[in-house]
C-alpha cells in the first residue's frame, strides 16, 4: 500500500478502535522518528475531516546529547503544519540497568499524566506490524502463554486515558511512505541500531532470515482472540469467589476457587496477588502454578509469593500483604493526596498548623501494631488478619502513631489528618492500581 492508499484506509483503522467524541482532541506520542510522525500526520488529516485536532507529545529522554534540539526540531516541524506539540521531560535519575524498560514507562506516565490533566481521553502509539512481530518472537523465545503472545492489543485501558495503536497491521515502508508523499523529514534513534538491545538483536534476525512480520502478526491476532474468552471467563470467576476487603486484603472461596479449571484458577490467583502487593508485574507463572499446587494438594498452608502472604484454610484462601518491600516513609503535608504502595489512596485533611516534627506515612508495622493496641479501647482490629493490618498506612510523627484510619484509630487529643474512613466522602481507600479483572484485551475486527 503507498502513502495515499494508507491515508485513505487510516479512517478505517482508527475507527475500529472507537468509539470518540464527536469533534475529537486526541493526542499522539511523536519521538520524531519515522513512524510516530507518520502516525501524527495522518492523524491529524483524520482529526481535521472530524471538526477536532490532534495534540503531539514529545518526550525528551535526556539521554543523549542533542536530545533537546531533536525534540525542538520536532516542534518546529509540527508547528509548520499548524500540529500543536508539548515537549515533555524525564527528569529523574536514569540508573544503568533495563534502560530501555524505563525509558518507557516513564514516557507512558508521563504523556497518561499530561493527558489526564489536560483531558484527553486517547493517547495514540505508532507501533506498527514489525513491532508487534518482535514482540511476538521476543515472548515465543521466553515461552509465553496465549497472554504474551497475543502481544500488544490495538486498544489498552490505561488508568487515565485509552492507549491506541492503529498501525499494529501496516509495515513501517507503508509509514515511510506517507511520509515522502507529503515530503516530511524525521529522525532516526541511534539505539534502534544498538544490538545490546533485545529487541534490535530479533529486528536484526528478522532481516537475515528474510522472515515476514505478517505471519507472526496474524498469529499473534489469533492468540489475542483466544485471549479475550479467557479473560472473559477468568472476570466470571473472580466474581464468583473473591472477596475484597477495604482493609487490602483478599478472601478467596476455596471450593469455588479449587472447582474451576486449574487455568482460570492460576489466573485469578496471579491477578490476586498484584491486587494486594500493588505490583508491577505479576510473579512467573511457574510459581503461581506451583503455589497453586500447593493449595490443591493441603488444606493448610501457609506460603509467600509476589509480596503476598498466602494462608489457605479449610473453607478460604487469605491472600494479604507480605511485610517486606514495603515502601520507605513518605513525607506528606496536608492537604496532599497520595497513593502509596501502589494500593491505597487517601488524602491529608485538617488545618495546616505547624507541627515541631514532620507527617509521614509508613506501613503501621510491629511497633506501631502495639502502641495502637496499648492505646486505644476502640480500635477496630479483630476482623482484619494481623499481616493485613501491620502493612496497613499509618499516619506518623516523631512521637509515632497519629492516626490508623482503618482501625478506627486517632491519638488522644489529636486533629485527625485523616477524614474518617468513609469511600464516599474521601479518606482512605483500597485501590490498588492492578485491578482484578485485568486491563482486558482489544482485538479489532
Request: aromatic share 6%.
Amino acid at each position: 500500500m503507498d502513502g495515499d492508499g494508507l491515508a485513505e484506509n487510516f479512517s478505517c483503522l482508527v475507527e475500529t478502535a472507537g468509539p470518540y467524541e464527536a469533534a475529537p482532541v486526541v493526542c499522539a506520542a511523536v519521538s520524531g522518528g519515522g513512524d510516530s510522525m507518520a502516525l501524527v500526520l495522518l492523524l491529524d488529516g483524520w482529526a481535521r475531516a472530524k471538526g477536532g485536532r490532534v495534540i503531539a507529545l514529545c518526550v525528551d529522554h535526556q539521554l543523549r546529547d542533542g536530545s533537546a534540539d531533536e525534540a525542538r526540531r520536532v516542534g518546529g516541524w509540527l508547528s509548520q503544519r499548524d500540529i500543536e506539540c508539548h515537549i515533555l521531560n524525564w527528569e529523574n535519575p536514569k540508573g544503568a540497568s533495563a534502560l530501555q524498560e524505563n525509558a518507557r514507562m516513564a514516557r507512558y506516565q508521563l504523556m497518561e499524566r499530561w493527558c489526564r490533566d489536560n483531558g484527553i481521553l486517547h493517547l495514540f502509539l505508532a507501533h506498527n506490524a514489525e513491532d508487534q512481530a518482535e514482540t511476538f518472537l521476543m515472548r515465543l523465545d521466553k515461552g509465553s502463554g496465549p497472554d504474551g503472545l497475543s502481544a500488544m492489543s490495538p486498544v489498552s485501558e490505561r488508568r487515565y486515558c485509552r492507549f491506541v495503536r492503529p498501525l499494529l497491521a501496516i509495515s513501517r515502508q507503508e509509514l515511510r511512505a506517507v511520509l515522502d508523499e507529503q515530503n516530511q523529514d524525521w529522525i532516526e534513534d541511534p539505539s534502534n541500531q544498538n544490538p545490546r538491545f533485545e529487541r534490535i538483536r530479533w529486528r536484526r534476525t528478522m532481516t537475515e532470515q528474510g522472515l515476514s512480520a505478517d505471519g507472526f502478526c496474524r498469529a499473534a491476532e489469533r492468540y489475542g482472540r483466544t485471549r479475550v474468552i479467557v479473560d472473559r471467563e477468568t472476570a466470571r470467576l473472580s466474581a464468583r469467589c473473591v472477596s475484597v476487603h477495604p482493609a487490602g486484603f483478599i478472601n478467596l472461596d476455596r471450593e469455588v476457587f479449587l472447582a474451576a479449571p486449574s487455568e482460570l484458577s492460576e489466573r485469578v490467583l496471579a491477578r490476586a496477588l498484584m491486587a494486594v502487593s500493588g505490583a508491577m508485574y505479576p510473579p512467573r507463572r511457574h510459581k503461581t502454578k506451583q503455589l497453586l499446587d500447593v493449595v490443591l494438594s493441603s488444606q493448610n498452608i501457609r506460603r509467600t509469593l509476589g509480596g503476598c502472604c498466602i494462608d489457605s484454610t479449610e473453607g478460604r484462601i487469605l491472600i494479604s500483604r507480605e511485610l517486606r518491600s514495603l515502601p520507605n516513609p513518605v513525607p506528606v503535608s496536608v492537604g496532599m493526596n497520595l497513593i502509596w504502595d501502589r494500593r491505597f489512596r487517601f488524602c491529608i485533611g485538617g488545618a495546616a498548623r505547624h507541627r515541631p516534627s514532620p507527617l509521614f506515612v509508613q506501613a503501621l508495622g510491629e511497633q506501631g501494631d502495639r502502641d495502637v493496641r496499648s492505646l486505644s479501647l476502640h480500635s477496630t482490629t479483630n476482623n482484619i488478619p494481623r499481616t493485613a493490618r501491620l502493612s496497613l498506612p499509618a499516619l506518623m510523627d516523631g512521637e509515632g502513631v497519629l492516626s490508623v484510619p482503618h482501625l478506627n484509630y486517632r491519638r488522644a487529643g489529636e486533629n485527625s489528618h485523616f477524614p474518617p474512613f468513609n469511600p464516599r466522602i474521601g479518606g482512605v481507600v483500597f485501590q490498588s492500581l492492578n485491578s482484578l479483572s485485568g486491563s482486558g484485551y482489544f482485538v479489532a475486527y
